[in-house]
T-cell receptor, first 113, second 113 residues
Framework: GENVEQHPSTLSVQEGDSAVIKCTYSDSASNYFPWYKQELGKRPQLIIDIRSNVGEKKDQRIAVTLNKTAKHFSLHITETQPEDSAVYFCAASFWTGGFKTIFGAGTRLFVKA | NAGVTQTPKFQVLKTGQSMTLQCAQDMNHEYMSWYRQDPGMGLRLIHYSVGAGITDQGEVPNGYNVSRSTTEDFPLRLLSAAPSQTSVYFC????????????FGPGTRLTVL
């Protein structure tokens, strides 16, 4: 079935360093790849997304890249700050008679001050 | 505009009991979905709906029923609760299916004893 794999499961960086989280997906027909941030005890919230006709998208310190041939996409956070500490989820939308959004297992990011 | 609301926030059930988790949105969104979140497993899709009167199964539908009689409401029913259903449940909605931001409710923390 459809699957999204996410790595690493935990990531610890020093404040100011960059963080990279990688995801792979199984369905080559997937066309939408969002990233969600979830702070402790809160609901997931979209931070950036990318569509299959775009290779890269940037929003201030956050960027996402997509390689459709390899079926993987990555989240890049530059100049990390303590408030970036959270769990990050990648996801991919598949069409199976209706769109399903399948999430990766999440990456817990710690930014040390 | 309240966004996506869920009730209750917390619930404790005994094995075999049934209950309904409520979800409502006031954004006139066409697409609604239910996820469960377990430690280390990300968000897993239970059921989703692309509009009033239309529902379909996600990744982990067993033990759960849904209905969508109105655009606004999408309740999730646990037929006979089991300890394996202990989890945090999130409802989400988006303007349209596929390729659109999902807005999550605050979640319901369910414990089945």
């Amino acid at each position: 079935g459809e699957n999204v794999e996410q790595h690493p499961s935990t990531l610890s960086v020093q404040e100011g360093d960059s963080a990279v989280i990688k995801c792979t997906y199984s369905d080559s027909a997937s066309n939408y790849f969002p990233w969600y941030k979830q702070e402790l005890g809160k609901r997931p919230q979209l931070i950036i997304d990318i569509r299959s006709n775009v290779g890269e998208k940037k929003d201030q310190r956050i960027a996402v890249t997509l390689n459709k041939t390899a079926k993987h996409f990555s989240l890049h956070i530059t100049e990390t700050q303590p408030e970036d500490s959270a769990v990050y989820f990648c996801a991919a939308s598949f069409w199976t008679g209706g769109f399903k959004t399948i999430f990766g297992a999440g990456t817990r990011l710690f930014v040390k001050a | 505009n309240a966004g996506v609301t869920q009730t209750p926030k917390f619930q404790v059930l005994k094995t075999g009991q049934s209950m309904t988790l409520q979800c409502a949105q006031d954004m006139n969104h066409e697409y609604m979905s239910w996820y469960r979140q377990d430690p280390g497993m990300g968000l897993r899709l239970i059921h989703y709906s692309v509009g009033a009167g239309i529902t379909d199964q996600g990744e982990v539908p067993n033990g759960y029923n849904v209905s969508r009689s109105t655009t606004e409401d999408f309740p999730l029913r646990l037929l006979s609760a089991a300890p394996s259903q202990t989890s945090v449940y999130f409802c989400a909605s988006s303007y349209r299916q596929g390729g659109d931001t999902q807005y999550f409710g605050p979640g319901t923390r369910l414990t089945v004893l």
